[in-house]
C-alpha cells in the first residue's frame, strides 16, 4: 500500500487573527476529507507532520527537515499539502533541495488541485513557478531589489525615477545613473537666492509664475512645489534612500511633529554635481523653519489673466501687465528695451484670446467629425501589433525569472545574470516605448485629445467672464502653452489701431 504522509504549515497568506493551531486544525480537516474522497482513506496520525515553528527557511523548521530526511530513507510515495507554498517560501536554496529530494525519490506531492511528479518536466516547472508565485516569493524579491537600491544610494548613484528640477538623468557607463545639471540648474540658484534674501514661498511662486519660467512638470508653480526645491538635499550633492516619516505625537495638548531617521535611511554624498553651496542651503532651512508654510494671501494677488503666457513675437520675452494711475485700462506691454512691439489694453488681448479659443473649438469638432470614422478602420492592425509586443514581454519576463534560478543555484555567474538582467531591462523599456507608440497611435492621439479637449474648451468659454481673474489665469496656464503677439504700428485712439495686434494660441490641450 502507497504510504502517504501529511505536511502541515502556517504561512503568511494565512490570517492573522488565526492562531497556528486553528490553521493547522482547519487544513488537516481539508486534505483529510480529500483523501477520503481520492484514496477511500484519510492519512494516519503518525504520518501527519505539524510545523508549529515560524521558519522562514526549511533549516529552520524542524518538521520540514524530519520530513526531508524520511524522504530520503525512498519508502514515502507521496506527501500531501494543501499547496505547493507551504512546502517553501520560495527562496532558491529551498526550491533547489525540494526538487532534487523529491525528484530523485520518486516522492510525488499531492495538493487537493494537482499532483506534482517532479520527474516531469512540465509539473517541475509548475511546481516552481508555482513556489515564486507565493506572496513570501514577491517579498523575497522585494528584499532583494530594496538592497539593491540601497547599494546604489550609498554607491552615490541617483535611483529616483524622475529627475529634479535642475538635472538630468544621466546614465553611468558602468551602471546606474547620476545627475547632470541642465538649464533650469539656473532657476534653482534664482529661487534659492530669492528665498534667503527674504522672499517667501507663497510670493516667490507667484513671481516665477510672472517670469514665465516654467516649472518641472509645466504646471503652475504653488508654494509648495518651492518649498520642495527648498528642501532637496540633491542641490548641495547628497543622494538619499528611504523616506523620514513625519510622526506625529501628542505633547502638552499640543501635536508635535518629528522626523526621526530609521533604520532604512541612507544619505550619502553623490556622485553629482551640487548646485547650491551648503551655506545657502542651511541658511534656507533655518528661515524655512522659522516661517513654517503659511497658506496666508500676498497682497501680491495674480492681476493679469494672461501672466506668463504671452510673448513678444520680436523679442521673445515674456509680456507684462502695466497698470495706469489715471486710466482704467491696463496694457500689455514688451518691457525689453529697444524692442518695436507696441504695446495694446490687456482687456483687448484678453477678449481676443477667448474669440480665439472658440474658433479652435470650431476646428475641433470638424476634426473629430471627419477623423473618426477613418481611424477606425486602421485600429485593427495596430491591435495585432500590440498583442504580439505583450507576447514578447512575457516570454522576456520568464527569461529572467529562469536566469534568477540559475543564479541562485550557481549555474550562471553573477556577471552572466547581471548581463541578463541589463539585457531583459533594457530590451523591456524598448518594447514598452514601441508598444506606447503603438498605443498612442492607437489611440489616435489626436483624435483622442480633440475629443477630450472639446467639452474643456467649452465650458472654459462658457465660464470664463464669470471667474475672479486669479481663475481665469488659473484656467488659461491648464489649457494654453503659449501666445505669441505682435503689432509693430501704433494709434492709441484711432479704434482699428488698438486691435491691430496679431495672437497666435498654442494650446495644451
Ligand atoms: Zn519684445
Redesign the pocket.
Known amino acids: 500500500m502507497p504510504k502517504r504522509i501529511e505536511y502541515l504549515r502556517k504561512s503568511r497568506t494565512d490570517s492573522q487573527f488565526e492562531s497556528v493551531e486553528e490553521v493547522l486544525e482547519r487544513h488537516e480537516k481539508m486534505l483529510q476529507d480529500f483523501c477520503i474522497r481520492a484514496f477511500g482513506e484519510p492519512i494516519h496520525q503518525q504520518n501527519i507532520y505539524r510545523e508549529v515553528v515560524s521558519g522562514e527557511t526549511i533549516s529552520e523548521r524542524p518538521m520540514m527537515l524530519k520530513l526531508l530526511e524520511d524522504i530520503e530513507k525512498g519508502d514515502i510515495d507521496a506527501v500531501v499539502v494543501v499547496e505547493p507554498q507551504r512546502l517553501s517560501r520560495g527562496s532558491f536554496g529551498d526550491i533547489d533541495r525540494i526538487v532534487n529530494t523529491f525528484k530523485y525519490t520518486n516522492t510525488k506531492i499531492i495538493t487537493p488541485t494537482k499532483t506534482y511528479d517532479l520527474n516531469e518536466k512540465f509539473d517541475r516547472k509548475y511546481f516552481e513557478q508555482e513556489l515564486l508565485r507565493g506572496n513570501d516569493y514577491l517579498e523575497y524579491v522585494k528584499e532583494i531589489l530594496v538592497r539593491g537600491r540601497k547599494r546604489s544610494v550609498e554607491d552615490g548613484l541617483y535611483i529616483g525615477s524622475i529627475s529634479p528640477y535642475g538635472y538630468d538623468k544621466m546614465k553611468l557607463p558602468k551602471k546606474g545613473y547620476t545627475l547632470t545639471p541642465n538649464e533650469d540648474a539656473e532657476n534653482v540658484k534664482y529661487i534659492f537666492d530669492k528665498f534667503i534674501n527674504g522672499l517667501g514661498t507663497t510670493n516667490l511662486a507667484k513671481h516665477l509664475i510672472e517670469m514665465g519660467i516654467k516649472s518641472q512638470t509645466g504646471k503652475q508653480w504653488t508654494p509648495a512645489m518651492v518649498r520642495n526645491i527648498l528642501t532637496n538635499k540633491i542641490y548641495i550633492g547628497i543622494v538619499t534612500y528611504g523616506r523620514r516619516e513625519t510622526k506625529k505625537t501628542m505633547k502638552n495638548s499640543e501635536i508635535i511633529k518629528t522626523r526621526p531617521i530609521n533604520d532604512d535611511y541612507i544619505e550619502t554624498k553623490g556622485l553629482h554635481m551640487p548646485i547650491i553651496d551648503k551655506e545657502v542651503f542651511d541658511k534656507a532651512q533655518e528661515l524655512l523653519k522659522s516661517s513654517p508654510s503659511k497658506n496666508i494671501r500676498g497682497d501680491k494677488t495674480i492681476k493679469n489673466p494672461l501672466a506668463g503666457l504671452v510673448k513678444?513675437k520680436?523679442?521673445g520675452?515674456n509680456m507684462f501687465r502695466r497698470p495706469y494711475d489715471k486710466r482704467d485700462m491696463p496694457t500689455l506691454i514688451?518691457k525689453?528695451i529697444g524692442?518695436k512691439?507696441v504695446s495694446s489694453d490687456l482687456n483687448l488681448v484678453e477678449n481676443r484670446v477667448i474669440e480665439l479659443l472658440k474658433v479652435e473649438l470650431k476646428d475641433y469638432k470638424y476634426y473629430v467629425s471627419n477623423y473618426e470614422t477613418e481611424y477606425k478602420s486602421n485600429s485593427k492592425e495596430f491591435e495585432k501589433k500590440v498583442k504580439k509586443i505583450d507576447a514578447e514581454l512575457k516570454s522576456l519576463k520568464e527569461d529572467l525569472q529562469n536566469a534568477l534560478i540559475k543564479y541562485n543555484k550557481n549555474k550562471i555567474s553573477e556577471a552572466e545574470y547581471t548581463f541578463l538582467r541589463n539585457y531583459t531591462l533594457e530590451e523591456e523599456s524598448r518594447l514598452n516605448r514601441l508598444k506606447m507608440a503603438l498605443n498612442e497611435k492607437l489611440k489616435n492621439e489626436e483624435l483622442e485629445h480633440k475629443r477630450k479637449a472639446i467639452p474643456i474648451l467649452e465650458k472654459c468659454i462658457h465660464e470664463y467672464y464669470n471667474l475672479s481673474v486669479e481663475d481665469r489665469h488659473k484656467l488659461l496656464t491648464a489649457i494654453i502653452d503659449k501666445i505669441i503677439y505682435e503689432k509693430s504700428k501704433g494709434g492709441r485712439w484711432d479704434e482699428d489701431a488698438r486691435s491691430s495686434f496679431v495672437l497666435e494660441l498654442f494650446l495644451k490641450i
Do not use: E, H
Open positions: 513678444c520680436y523679442c520675452n514688451c525689453t524692442c512691439c
